[in-house]
């Protein structure tokens, strides 16, 4: 014989404060779609970026035939910067779209998805990110000396000239 559950009656009061909260919650809730043109701004930036790759890549190209090794060092940096950032905005579209949004489940059962995708939590994120922003800046600090040791040979062959 199963026993009957009786579910405690609700009290005024409690109808009363779930009539606030859920209506409050829902909105909450819906609220993480205000971040979905963000990361459609992301992916527009991705865009330009490619531009950028693009157009510093035929510069190296039309440099490499003349240029020393310092020259080519600080194009191909430029060019691994700009791949870089690239990485991190994908990261950033990727992981925080699923984390804060929605899942995409167009890419479920892609064999194209990347592995982290839809397991990288918050720390995972951030984590990704503080990698990817150590990289970056120990290329651009690598990009700044061989500017720094190209404007001195400049500098230095001027001052011989004279």
Not at 25 to 33: C, K, P, S, T
């Amino acid at each position: 014989m199963a026993k009957k559950v009786v579910q405690p009656e609700k009290n005024n009061n409690y109808k009363t404060i779930e009539a606030i909260t859920q209506p409050m919650e829902r909105a909450i809730f819906a609220a993480r779609w205000i971040l979905a043109p963000f990361y459609i701004g992301l992916i527009l930036t991705l865009i330009l970026l490619l531009i950028k790759f693009v157009q510093q890549f035929v510069d190296f190209v039309w440099i490499i035939w003349g240029a020393d090794f310092k020259d080519t060092e600080l194009a191909l940096l430029s060019l691994l910067d700009l791949a870089l950032l690239g990485n991190l905005v994908l990261i950033v579209v990727f992981a925080g779209y699923e984390n804060f949004v929605s899942k995409i489940e167009s890419a479920e059962n892609s064999v194209d998805r990347p592995e982290w995708m839809g397991r990288a939590d918050f720390s995972g994120l951030k984590l990704k990110l503080i990698g990817s922003l150590v990289t970056i800046s120990g290329l651009l600090f690598a990009v700044k000396d061989a500017i720094a040791a190209r404007t001195d040979r400049i500098v230095s062959e001027s001052r011989t000239e004279k």
